[in-house]
């Protein structure tokens, strides 16, 4: 048994669309200013999803997470920001419950946890469907078009 990684974006109309590891990647090493023109603009959603293989073949769905993705008016993705949900999420279950400053018990800094909520979505279960059908390859679903 084995593992795979499969990511798509979710538009606007709720259709989902297939984005590769590789130019994903390439979006966030910022490689010759890798572009999502058709997403340019927008909010994204993106669903990350791990899925177990058997004699190559997708299997189960093991692991989703969603994260929205700020894309610009040129199509190219903000990193910066994408990096800073991604630190606040791993950040959150090592967080300290205790005040910032000793003399406002009532105080606690949750600044990163603004920051992680502002990087994730929730699917609609009918969407949720929908996107782990096209993890299993159940789904055809319109590649995104990545543009250098």
Do not use: Y
Not at 53 to 65: A, D, F, K, N, S
Not at 122 to 148: D, G, M, S
């Amino acid at each position: 048994m084995g593992l795979s990684s499969k990511l798509f974006l979710i538009a606007a109309d709720d259709n989902v669309h297939a984005l590769s590891n590789a130019a994903f990647m390439r979006m966030l090493r910022r490689e010759s200013d890798t572009r999502i023109p058709e997403f340019a603009g927008q909010l994204v959603r993106q669903a990350s999803i791990v899925i177990a293989l058997e004699r190559r073949e997708p299997t189960t769905i093991v692991r989703c997470t969603f994260s929205i993705l700020d894309i610009d008016q040129k199509g190219v993705l903000d990193v910066e920001r994408w990096d800073a949900q991604q630190i606040a999420l791993v950040a959150d279950p090592f967080a300290s419950e205790r005040p910032v400053r000793g003399d406002i018990p009532q105080v606690i800094d949750a600044a990163h946890r603004f920051i992680a909520r502002g990087g994730a979505w929730v699917p609609e279960q009918a969407l949720l469907n929908r996107i782990e059908q096209a993890a299993l390859q159940k789904l055809v679903c319109p590649r995104v078009k990545v543009v250098r």
